[in-house]
């Protein structure tokens, strides 16, 4: 394995996150130069031992490594696209938030400049940056992650997901998916026994063994949508159907909101009208797998 934790990198762009990745990589003894549009910016990580440069195109050519996180990939083509820029031989990393077309894009046009790009995604606020608890993830050829893998494991938990600059900003909305459907499913629980007395702090260990219980189904329920076959074998989503209806119903008596549950009941229902009724809940990705009908 490359051992080149300590080679210099490059951060363009000091934001709060793009100031915490180079504070990060300070703090690990990585030569770090920086830039910004806004100079003042580079203030602190100067004196903890950044080095500032004058341009973008000195900030390019002082590392081998240059990571690049700014407010969208418009910005990033702005500023990589100046005449006065060379990208030819650059390793350059993008953490610009943004979707996975505008990576595939970014990728096509930063090659073509003779660059080596990374596209990806930080799963982190910037206080977690260089954390295990921070997930940073990369996509694109394979080779130029593992030759500055040693140097980003320093930010957190790196993860490598594929030759498809696009992953990255795929599994970033992917997560987020995650992320809101479970709090608000959390919410919704919250409001319904808010009714009764019951706060949120005693009804979230709760839904927290809820939520970590139906975690472990997702292998199986997996499987299932990979194999395109849904045997009920727990309960079949007409089931599942009639307690949606209970938890609308339930909702609607005690004055709570039920938008959300209305919602999966209507996808539920267009899954059993189409002969699904008596297979398994992950049926369900064939709606999930289609635009919404706009008639």
Not at 27 to 40: D, I, L, Q, Y
Not at 110 to 130: F, H, K, N, T, W
Request: aromatic residues 6%; charged residues 20%; contains cysteine.
């Amino acid at each position: 394995m490359n051992n080149n934790r300590h080679e210099p990198v490059t951060v363009i762009g000091l934001g709060r996150m793009g100031q915490a990745l180079a504070s990060a990589f300070l703090k690990a003894g990585t030569p770090t130069t920086v830039w910004n549009r806004t100079a003042s910016r580079a203030d602190q990580l100067v004196a903890e031992g950044a080095r500032l440069a004058p341009s973008i195109g000195d900030a390019l050519e002082a590392s081998p490594l240059t990571i690049i996180c700014v407010t969208d990939y418009q910005a990033v083509h702005e500023l990589l696209g100046a005449s006065d820029v060379d990208l030819d031989g650059t390793g350059l990393l993008n953490l610009t938030s943004g979707d996975s077309a505008q990576a595939r894009n970014a990728a096509e046009w930063a090659e073509q400049r003779g660059a080596r790009y990374l596209d990806g995604a930080i799963m982190a606020v910037p206080s977690a940056i260089g954390t295990s608890e921070a997930v940073i993830l990369h996509s694109g050829p394979q080779s130029d992650f593992e030759a500055h893998k040693s140097t980003l494991d320093v930010l957190g938990t790196v993860t490598y997901l594929g030759a498809d600059h696009g992953l990255a900003s795929l599994y970033d909305v992917a997560g987020l998916a995650m992320m809101w459907s479970v709090l608000n499913a959390w919410l919704q629980g919250t409001a319904l026994l808010r009714t009764a007395g019951v706060d949120a702090a005693t009804y979230a260990p709760f839904a927290q063994q809820i939520a970590a219980g139906v975690a472990t189904w997702l292998p199986g329920y997996a499987e299932q949508i990979d194999s395109d076959s849904f045997p009920a074998e727990v309960s079949a989503l007409e089931t599942d159907a009639r307690a949606m209806a209970h938890l609308i119903e339930e909702s609607e008596a005690v004055g709570v909101n039920a938008e959300l549950p209305r919602l999966l009941k209507a996808m539920a229902d267009r899954s059993i009208a189409a002969g699904h009724g008596g297979e398994q809940y992950p049926v369900l990705i064939e709606e999930f797998s289609k635009p919404r009908s706009r008639d």
